[in-house]
Each structure stands twice: as C-alpha cells, then as structure tokens.
C-alpha cells in the first residue's frame, strides 16, 4: 500500500542512450507544468534545457550519466522553490520502449519488474538499458514515489498471429522470441482513441487507419479498437521510410553488405538505423528541409520524397484490404500534423475509394483534432495531435490508484 496522495501531477520520463526527456504534468487537467530535455549525457558538452511554468533555462556543463543528469534536474527544480518530491507528485511514468512477451499493460515497478525488462534488453539492445538507466536513476533518487513502465510495444501485443509471425524457421523464432511486436503503441492508441472521440463514435465500432508519421514512422490498423496490423516488426527499423531509418528492405541486403562490402553488423545496425531513410537518401532528415529543397527542385531531395511516399502508399492500400471498411485515415506526430503536402499526396487519387481530401481544411494549421476530409468523402480523413506524455501521466496515474 502506497501512501502517496493519489491526486497529483506526473513525472514522464522517457531515457534514451544519452537523452532524457522529462515532463511534470497533471493528468486531469492536462496543464504541463515542467518539460525538459538533456542531451549529450556522458560527454563533456551536456545540455540541459528545462521549462518550468512559463521560463526557460539552460544549463551547460558535463554530466557524467543518467544519474547527474536526474539530480541536475531535481537541483532546477529545487531553484525554482520546488521540491519535486514534495510536490504533490504521485507517480513516475517511464516509457520502456519493449515490453517483449513480458509486458502487455503500463506495470508497477518492483525489483521482479526491474530484473524482467533487464533480461529482454537483447529484444531492444538500443533502447531498454537506456531505460532501464532512467528508471534506476529516478527511482534512486524519488524512492517514495511509485514508479510505472509504460511499454511502447503494449498496444500491438494483440495483434493476429497472421500479422505477428516471420515465416521463418518456427524453432529459431521461438528460441530467440524473433516476432513482430510493433512500436509507437501509446501514441497509436491514445490517437485512434482520440479519433473516435472526435468522431462522436465509439471507438469499438470505428476501423482506422493511423499514421504516426514523425522522426520515426508507423502506421497500424486498428478494427473497433483492435490492432490487426502494424508496420514496425520485431524492432522499429521495419516499415515506413523514416528519418532515418531504411524500413522496409531485403534481408538479403545485409548478406552483400557483410560479404561483398566487409561491413561488420554493428557498421550495418548504424547503416540501416541512424544514415539511411530520407537522411541517406538526400542527406538530410528533418523533413521541412527535404520539403523546402523538394519546392526549390533538388533531385535528391525529390527521390527522397517519392520513396518516402510510395511505401506510405502502399502500406494504407495493404491497410484497407486488411480492414475492409474504413471509417477513419487519421495523421499524426511531427510530419503528420504539419506538412500539409505528405496528407495530400499520401492520399491523392483515391476518390474512388471514397477518400477526398477538402484542401482548405487540409491547410488549417491547428493544435487541435480535425476532419480534413470533404463532406462527401465517405472515409473521414483527420489530424489528431499525438501526446504521448499525457497518455503515459494518465496510464501511470490509474496504476497507481489501482494499487494504492
Ligand atoms: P516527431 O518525431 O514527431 O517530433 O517529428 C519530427 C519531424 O516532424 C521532423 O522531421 C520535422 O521536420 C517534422 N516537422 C515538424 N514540423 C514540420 C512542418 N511544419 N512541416 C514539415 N515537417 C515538420
């Protein structure tokens, strides 16, 4: 039993390798009362910019690891007169970003809890130590405040076997948990949610297709509520063409490179991961410089775009098939709430289908959800802004209630 007063705001804590993204906010208000990023952890150039109520600092200086970088945040706090453990502060909610066959729901974390995540780092070698770090880190330093992980992977965990199995060896898939997870699931639920909301219908009776179309990139299927289908597989590499990240790409690929280029795996795990996608593709991955080079007639640029939404393309075509009757086309995250040009383009042609998108209401720039689609588009076609923190607050928040 936890003594922790059960009203409160939230800390969301979201580590990566040498990041860590905070948020204080207060779940049933939504009011986001501190935000902050640190980054560089672990070399002498760190940087800490931290918001709170309404000013920003930043601070410039070393920290060593996760562990300084927390109790440098918690001195910021401190500065403002804010004692974060004090504060009316009911939960902290960590994103682990793999759950693998482990986890299937936001978790109270104990020392089980702690020790399970460890031994299915190998699913994410990338991410869950990082997050794993932040947790430690935290709960090192705010030990009375319950701790819960909210798991990326969650969401798809039930997705058919058709859509969750490799059609690989069935004994080596098992041995090695190799399987289609799917990531992004906070973000896909909390939207399709959200769009049903919007909708004024209940999310059980809507079939959506949602395209999280950020840095990094997905889509998923998702029948009354259900994931049937999702484009990241066993890790986030697969799919859409990312910031990035290649997706989709024949595993054979990786045989030329190892064999006929001498590429060790890690120099193809950095390849695929962190040079290729549109940065590969035209050296450049923020997406408002390849659409501003695109408008200027850079032909790089342009290749790079057209791949971008050719395997956006396909997947919605495969995602309709799948659904059968689609009620919702819904765009999200970074790329998905701003650029105009990829909602239009991703869905130009379609009229037949009973997919039209009205450009006025295509070009209304908004923090709110909205239809984009005609009246007379028989498939709403909308923009629902993503809020992973708030999703993580509010799953940690009913943990934490449910325990106490
Ligand atoms: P996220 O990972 O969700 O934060 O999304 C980051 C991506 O969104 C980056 O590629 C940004 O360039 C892109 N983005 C943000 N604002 C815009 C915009 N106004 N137009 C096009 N892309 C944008």
Redesign the pocket.
Known sequence: MTETPIDGTVLVVNAGSSSLKYQVLDPVTEEVIADGLAERIGESSSRIKHWYRGHEVVVDGALADHDAAIAKVLELFAADGVDVADSGLAAVGHRVVHGGRSFFEPTLIDDVVRSEIERICPLAPLHNPANLVGINAVSALLPEVPAVAVFDTAFFNGLPDAAATYALDAAVAEEFAIRRYGFHGTSHEFVSRLTSETLGRDYGDVNQIVLH????ASMSAVAGGRPIDTTMGMTPLEGLVM?TRTGDIDAGIVFQLSRVAGMSIDEIDVLFNKRSGLKGLCGE?????V?ERVEAGDEAARLAYDVYLHRLRRYIGAYMIELGRVDAIVFT???G???AP?RADSLAGLENYGIEIDPERNAVRSGEPRLISTDASAVAVLVVP?NEELAIARQSMAVVRRSA
């Open positions: 179309l950020g840095n990094g910031g991955n923020d997406f408002r410089s659409r995250a970074g790329v709430e701003n650029a990829v993503t």
